[in-house]
Each structure stands twice: as structure tokens, then as C-alpha cells.
């Protein structure tokens, strides 16, 4: 199996941030990654996928990077709604999802 | 607008099954795939398999091998997942997502999430 960590774990951030986060496969997954935001009590919605396309009607904020074993989820300047926890999927071979990143207020 | 609608809330006792739905609409159903994921309380998200609303090819996560059946009914356009031998550990709220085929298995519509408790 395939397994995918973050980090951080949790993130503090202030608003008009620049924040990064950082999800990593256990072997190479080249770009098919996608991530994901969660609310409390909602479903995710997609960001991100193929590491670096931005879904249709999602901020350009949101940034994605990197192929093979290390990707990162960039928001430029950091606004209200975009507190909440962040996951990372790759679907080279089945799926798999990372533990999530918190971002909260600082 | 896509759109995924699933079945209410249910709780079973251990060893029991479950069969969730998850009806589409605003699109072409046969033309995608629907992934299942789940989410127990308080943690992560975890991928349960995929099948494809075209053929009904099916993937499964490892894990649930053996215990888990997706379907399709492509008159209702509805996707269901089945499990079964349920566990306290199966307590989580279950997700359908809109996918792409075979090896695409992001998600980009989700339903609402349909909670299932385990319990004695």
C-alpha cells in the first residue's frame, strides 16, 4: 500500500498569510494527487488534482506543486474561509488519503 | 448543477449489513465513475473503493476486500455500497463522489455523507 503523511499537522495562521503544506507518498505516485478541503460536518470539496490543475470555480490562491513523492498545497494570502482541514489523495494505486492538516487561527 | 443525494442516517448492530445509496443527477451518469470514502468520527478520510457507472468494474481498498459490494442501477441512475459483517470500527459517516474511470478516482462532487452507527 501506498501511504501519504502531511505536515504539518496542524497549522496557526493569521490572515493575508502565505501558507504551505506538504504531503508526502511512501514511493513514487508522479502526479496524481489531489487535495482536498473539509469543513466541520461537511463533505470535502475538491481543490486540486493531477498536483497542480485548480478545479473549475476554486480561488487561484490555491496553488499545487510537485510530482513523484513530494507535493505541496499553497495558499497565497490566506482568507476567513479558508480555515478548515486540508487532505491530500493520490490515485496512482487505488487511493489513499493523508491524515489531514488543521489550519486554524492564530 | 451535479448533484449527489444519499439515503438517510442508519444504525445496525454488529455483524449486520448496510446498503447506502447515492442518487446523481445533472449529469451523464454512465459517463463517470463514483468513488466511496468514509470517515469514522474525529479522523481522517479513508478511500473504500470506486466502480464505474458504464461497466459496473468495480475496485475495492484492500482493507474491505470481501466485506464491501458497490453496484449501479443506471435506470434510477443510483450507486449503492453494501457492507457487510459490520464492527464498531465500521461507525463513520460514508461518502459518494462523483469520479472519473478507471485509475481517476478524485472526486469532484460529493453527496451529503449518510452516518452509519454500529452498535449493540
Known amino acids: 500500500d501506498i501511504q501519504m503523511t502531511q505536515s504539518p499537522s496542524t497549522l496557526s495562521a493569521s490572515a493575508g498569510d502565505r501558507v504551505t503544506i506538504t504531503c508526502r507518498a511512501s514511493q513514487s505516485i508522479k502526479s496524481w494527487l489531489a487535495w482536498y478541503q473539509q469543513k466541520p460536518g461537511k463533505a470535502p470539496k475538491l481543490l486540486i488534482y493531477r498536483a497542480s490543475t485548480l478545479e473549475s470555480g476554486v480561488p487561484s490562491r490555491f496553488s499545487g506543486s510537485g510530482s513523484g513523492t513530494e507535493f505541496t498545497l499553497t495558499i497565497s494570502s490566506l482568507q476567513s474561509d479558508d480555515f478548515a482541514t486540508y487532505y491530500c489523495?493520490?490515485?496512482?494505486?487505488?487511493?489513499?488519503f493523508g491524515p489531514g492538516t488543521k489550519v486554524d487561527i492564530k | 448543477q451535479v448533484q449527489l443525494v444519499q439515503s438517510g442516517a442508519e444504525v445496525k448492530k454488529p455483524g449486520a449489513s448496510v446498503k447506502v445509496s447515492c442518487r446523481a443527477s445533472?449529469?451523464?451518469?454512465?459517463?463517470?465513475?463514483i468513488s466511496w470514502v468514509r470517515q469514522a468520527p474525529g479522523q481522517g478520510l479513508e478511500w473504500m473503493g470506486w466502480i464505474s457507472a458504464k461497466n459496473g468494474n468495480t475496485e475495492y481498498a484492500q482493507s474491505l476486500q470481501g466485506r464491501v459490494t458497490m453496484t449501479t442501477d443506471t435506470s434510477t441512475v443510483t450507486a449503492y455500497m453494501e457492507l457487510r459483517s459490520l464492527r464498531s470500527d465500521d461507525t463513520a459517516v460514508y461518502y459518494c463522489?462523483?469520479?472519473?474511470?478507471?485509475?481517476?478516482?478524485?472526486?469532484?462532487?460529493w453527496g451529503q455523507g449518510t452516518l452509519v452507527t454500529v452498535s449493540s
Open positions: 489523495q493520490q490515485y496512482s494505486t487505488y487511493s489513499t
Open positions: 445533472g449529469y451523464t451518469f454512465n459517463s463517470y465513475g
Open positions: 463522489a462523483r469520479s472519473g474511470g478507471l485509475g481517476a478516482y478524485w472526486g469532484d462532487s
